[in-house]
């Protein structure tokens, strides 16, 4: 039997699995968003110190792919997945015995370490089995599943937290990278061709990472899908506290608002699916870029007019903060399609250089919306009316051009 025989298929069982290897990232942040304050108390820590435990999350997961795309380009896909996911569960325990806020940040950075490698290589797998508009249909189809875990994880979380307390949200952590290892080892195939393995060499990945920057569309994508997250990254490093704390709404509430959001995320991610093989994904991404700029734009004017005058509310925010958090459905799918397009000999890497802009400079936002926390909505809305606003500049400046 030859090997192209053999080879695997994007069958909608291995869609499925890699969709619950990409809810990692949003089940590990959203789950425990509500208890933050919570925790705060508890380890006696300020509102910063526990947002750090986010942002450390954050930089853990994206300089980890660093190793992990180049890993799966020489190991295969599949082992370094399955290590991953080892480690995950044993940091998820730990986390559950932190006993202060600096135990807490440093277990959460080495679990951020460990979940990275799977939603990486999740995204590369997609790759090694479809191109351009397919590829970016399936992102679509895998990240509306993968948007059923945010839309769940904050209710399920406040219920843990209500009944259980913050700790037992770490023990359930533990019990889905169970599941995910489980999964994994019983049905996900290996995908990464024999003739595209790449040697581990310092100097080779080197080679590759140059190679990607030096190219100006990619780093366009790649800037475009990275300050799209950011504003995501910033929505929750300080809704907890803007509308806990600022507003007032419980943790229940907070669920149930984050929440709805993320159903617009998913309607979003079916439509991107359904149209992107008429429409193309770089139709589709030119007009995506819009929104996040002008939603951005019209709450950052909002958020200074409250912070002087204190006369606008939650709801003007919600329905500006909505759109731009919606659309990452739009652009994350496509641009990461396109960027991934050229480079099949190199996807992991490709992957993973996307995954550390996101993550790093994401964490960055995150870090600064929590630190200048001053007990309003400004640092939030600022922090995401400038990354939708680079966002759109990243995709007119350099991709069109490139």
């Known amino acids: 039997m030859t090997q192209t025989a053999t080879r695997p298929t994007l069958t909608p069982v291995l869609l499925g699995v890699l969709a619950l290897l990409s809810s990692f990232t949003p089940l590990s942040i959203d789950m425990y968003l509500p208890a933050l304050p919570v925790i705060a ?8 110190d526990i947002q750090l435990t986010l942002s450390a999350f954050m930089v853990a997961f994206g300089a980890g792919q660093v190793f992990y795309g180049p890993a799966g380009d020489r190991f295969g896909r599949r082992p370094v997945i399955l290590t991953g996911l080892a480690i995950y569960i044993v940091t998820s325990v730990g986390c559950a015995f932190a006993a202060e806020a600096g135990h807490l940040i440093l277990l959460r950075f080495l679990q951020g370490l460990a979940a990275c490698g799977g939603v990486v290589l999740a995204r590369t797998m997609v790759r090694d089995l479809a191109e351009r508009d397919q590829a970016a249909r399936a992102m679509s189809l ?16 406040g219920q843990v937290l209500w009944f259980l307390g913050w700790r037992a ?30 040697p581990l060499a310092l100097s080779s990945v080197l080679r590759r990472f140059g190679e990607l920057f030096r190219h100006r569309a990619f780093m366009g994508y790649a800037f475009t899908g990275t300050f799209q ?11 907890p506290f803007v509308f806990i704390e600022r507003y007032g709404v419980s943790p229940q509430q907070f669920g149930l608002i984050f929440g709805g ?9 079916l439509l991107n699916a359904r149209f992107v093989p008429k429409l193309g994904a770089g139709r589709i991404l030119r007009y995506a870029v819009i929104v996040p700029a002008v939603a951005g734009s019209t709450a950052l004017v909002m958020g200074i007019i409250e912070a002087r005058y204190g006369n606008i509310g939650m709801w003007p925010f919600i329905l500006c903060i909505g759109p731009q958090i919606a659309t990452i459905s739009l652009i994350g799918p496509n641009s990461m399609a396109m ?12 992957s993973s250089l996307m995954g550390v802009m996101q993550f790093g400079i994401g964490a960055v936002f995150g870090a600064m919306v929590g630190q200048l926390f001053d007990g309003t909505v400004l640092p939030m809305v600022a922090a995401m009316g400038i990354a939708g606003i680079l966002c759109l500049l990243s995709h007119r400046l350099l991709v069109r051009r490139g």
């Open 169 to 198: 949200i770490f023990w359930v952590l533990a019990g889905v990278g169970i599941v995910g290892l489980v999964a994994a080892w019983l049905l996900l195939p290996e995908t990464l061709r024999a003739e595209y393995r790449q």
């Open 229 to 239: 997250f950011s504003a995501l990254l910033s929505f929750l490093s300080g809704s």
């Open 339 to 350: 960027a991934l397009q050229r480079y099949p000999h190199m996807a992991g890497t490709a």
């Open 142 to 157: 895998m990240m509306a599943c993968t948007s059923i875990a945010p839309m769940l994880a904050p209710l399920i979380g």
């Open 41 to 48: 108390v508890d380890l006696r820590g300020t509102a910063g």
């Open 261 to 269: 959001m993320v159903v617009f995320m998913t309607l979003g991610s």
